[in-house]
């Protein structure tokens, strides 16, 4: 019997126009589409590998495309192999409405996904959320203290060493206007600026804890009310502060800022805040396993920050209940099940979304990303596919279809935190400008390497 890992082969052939359809096929069924762009002529007989049961195969085509939508024709799952799960890596029993029936089987990491994910708003019970029209979370308020400082060994009286509070307030005020635009006029990010003050700490070495734990002390005293801080100073000596830029704590309430602030790096560190390090590409993470300048390219947190459009991800909107639940198609082998009544296990002329465009809010039938449930981890870890359109980059992003493999870790002041890896879709190349699943061509999407290492 083959190992579990090979059963199948996670395809998605995509045909690009204007819209993204999916449907179901059969071992025995041709390819959903065959044309002159792209090899389009894959033997699907011969294209057992690992599947997506946790990691089966998909087939998608894709249409047409538009500044405003892009559509999926079809695309779906294979059926072949469903057993061998089953017999290899299943060792506990489902009902049928487990199972989705006579469908494919769910195996015990997908059954952990749907525990976890019934957890997913569990941590979203500070005044920082509120709820919604459809009763779950929105993240609709944060307010920061802006604390400006001058080192122990600094002399205040040196106007060279006063802070404009003025420019820190206009700094606060883009970024305000950024994430509300962002989540569609869902979040209020509010500030506060305090009187710039004198530090205990001098600038010869100073370190993340007792900058932290000496300006949240001076907060605490001013009695005012908070959510989060930023710390604006000059540059030290040595240690992490020495050169100019920002540090944020991920999915916690503190940034450090150097000052004088700037709005892509201030939007960046709050986007920390929310929970989200630096997203790297595929490529960067299967020739390094972490940060070597290989990003996603196309949003604030990974490399993208030089645009004025560069939103976080419809995952992570959808986790905010900034794009709602209804404006997600959740797509699984199973289809509708117990633990998912909603789900699909195919769609067809599907119209994707853009969800960057702020004077394009979510709408009654609009679909902003499609979701595929992978496998849980532990208690509190989510895997999952996304696809997603983007139209804003100064519409570098435009060209075709984003597919990300995606994880929350549910928890913290936020409710989780968020990475992905973005496919880069026909690069062998380091740039961005080949991630996207492009009109006419079609795709095979390889199951993600930082999936198959964790839950082969």
């Known amino acids: 019997m083959r190992n579990s890992s090979y059963l199948m082969k996670t395809i998605v052939f995509l045909k690009i126009s204007s819209l993204i359809s999916v449907s179901a096929g059969k071992n025995d069924d041709p390819p959903l589409y065959r044309g002159n762009a792209g090899d389009c002529t894959v033997d699907l007989d011969e294209t057992s590998h690992h599947g997506m049961n946790q990691h089966r195969r998909i087939l998608m085509e894709v249409s047409e495309k538009t500044n405003e939508y892009e559509k999926i024709s079809r695309g779906g799952w294979y059926e072949e192999q469903a057993a061998l799960f089953t017999e290899e890596v299943n060792t506990e029993t489902y009902t049928a409405g487990e199972t989705g029936g006579d469908g494919p089987v769910m195996t015990a990491n997908r059954k952990r996904f749907w525990e976890n994910f019934k957890k997913v708003d569990d941590w979203k019970d500070s005044s920082i959320f509120e709820s919604g029209p459809d009763e779950r979370p929105v993240l609709s308020n944060f307010k920061y203290i802006v604390l400006p400082i001058w080192w122990s060994d600094e002399n205040e009286n040196d106007p060279d060493e006063r802070m404009d509070l003025s420019t820190i307030g206009n700094i606060m005020d883009l970024n305000n206007d950024q994430y509300d635009t962002m989540s569609f006029d869902s979040i209020n990010v509010s500030y ?20 932290e734990t000496a300006a949240t002390d001076i907060v605490n005293q001013s009695g005012n009310s908070y959510d989060g801080i930023i710390l604006v100073y000059h540059t030290a000596q040595d240690g992490p502060f020495k050169g100019g830029g920002g540090w944020g704590n991920v999915n916690g309430p503190f940034i450090w800022m150097s000052y004088r602030l700037g709005f892509s790096v201030t939007r960046h560190e709050i986007g920390h805040n ?10 960067g993470y299967r020739e390094c396993g972490g940060e070597c300048g290989l990003y996603d390219g196309f949003d604030m947190m990974s490399g993208g920050n030089h645009y004025d459009i560069s939103d ?78 983007r139209s804003g980059n100064d519409g ?21 935190s968020y990475n992905q890896h973005n496919y880069d879709a026909y690069g062998d190349s380091v740039s961005t400008f080949d991630s996207f699943v492009l009109p006419g061509t079609c795709y095979v999407i390889e199951p993600a390497l930082v999936f198959m290492r964790i839950d082969p």
């Open 274 to 283: 929310f929970g989200h390090p630096h997203h790297i590409s595929m490529r």
């Open 312 to 389: 976080f991800h419809v995952a992570s909107k959808w986790f905010f209940n900034w794009v709602p639940e209804s404006s997600i198609i959740v797509m699984q082998p199973e289809g509708s099940t117990d633990y998912c009544p909603n789900c699909v296990d195919s769609v067809s002329n599907l119209k994707l979304k853009t969800f960057d465009k702020y004077l394009s809010p979510p709408s009654d039938g609009d679909i902003f990303g499609v979701h595929i449930p992978v496998f849980g981890l532990g208690s509190n870890k989510i895997y999952s596919y996304w696809l997603q359109y």
């Open 192 to 211: 506060q600026i305090l009187d710039q003050t004198k530090f205990t700490i001098s600038s010869a070495n100073p370190s993340f804890g007792d900058t």
């Open 396 to 416: 570098d992003a435009a060209i075709g279809l984003s597919i990300h493999a995606s994880w929350f870790t549910l928890g913290g002041i936020f409710g989780a």
